[in-house]
């Protein structure tokens, strides 16, 4: 079966550094996204790792271990604006088409 | 550059009837994938469609169906809805259908509501 979990809730402070864990079961991988949704917003882009380890973009950073099923979502010098939900989504290919499978999201709140 | 439209942000609609959702994509994307997001989940695929011809569905009723048009954009229809049906559809587009540095764009949704 398709299985994506990570934690519901969060919460951190603002300055502080949180990580968001991801773990997955799919029949197939090719690819791991990071989505932020802010309540009533669209999804939007974060991050994509394909291969395993860190990649980097500015105060966010997402690793991957393929074989442990693994990913998480690191967030550095944490703002208010960042209380929203998380997505962490697999990309499974199955006859060559864009078919992401998402975790149920995360939401953190960020405290003053 | 404008994003991923949709229309109409919100509808309501009562059992039984058919709805129309209507998604515009990003300028130059020619694939556009339908998601339906139900409150407290993550995003469900229901359609995929690259160059006018569908190219994935998910575990959806045939009472769900898509299509896209020359131009790029694309329809979702839900025929004699059931209240289950109420959710956030969400339109996504990408330039390609499956490369990995294609990721998908999402636009702001339509809110649906059957009663």
């Known amino acids: 079966g398709q299985n994506i979990d990570q934690p519901t809730e969060m919460t951190a402070t603002e300055g502080a550094i949180v990580q968001i864990n991801c773990t997955y079961q799919t029949s197939g991988f090719n690819g791991l996204f990071w989505y932020q949704q802010h309540a009533g917003e669209a999804p939007t882009f974060l991050s994509y790792?394909?291969?395993?380890g860190l990649e980097e973009k500015g105060r966010f950073s997402s690793f991957l271990s393929r074989s442990k099923g693994y990913s998480y979502l690191l967030l550095k010098e944490l703002q208010m604006k960042d209380s929203a939900s998380y997505l962490c989504a697999v990309r499974d290919n199955p006859g060559g088409y864009n078919k992401l499978i998402f975790g149920a999201g995360t939401r953190l709140a960020v405290h003053p | 550059d404008a994003g991923v439209t949709q229309s109409p942000t919100h509808l309501i609609k009562t059992r039984g009837q058919h709805v129309t959702l209507r998604c515009s994509p990003i300028?130059?994307?020619?694939?556009v994938s339908w998601y339906q997001q139900v409150l407290g989940q993550g995003p469900q695929f229901i359609f995929q469609y690259y160059e006018k011809e569908e190219r994935g569905r998910g575990n959806f009723p045939d009472r769900f169906s898509a299509r896209q048009f020359p131009n790029y954009s694309s329809e979702l229809n839900v025929n004699a809805l059931l209240l289950g049906d109420s959710a956030l559809y969400l339109c996504?587009?990408?330039?390609?259908?499956?490369?990995?540095?294609?990721?998908?764009?999402f636009g702001n949704g339509t809110r649906l509501t059957v009663t």
């Open positions: 996504a587009s990408s330039l390609l259908d499956n490369s990995y540095n294609s990721p998908l764009h």
């Open positions: 790792n394909v291969l395993d």
């Open positions: 300028s130059g994307h020619k694939s």
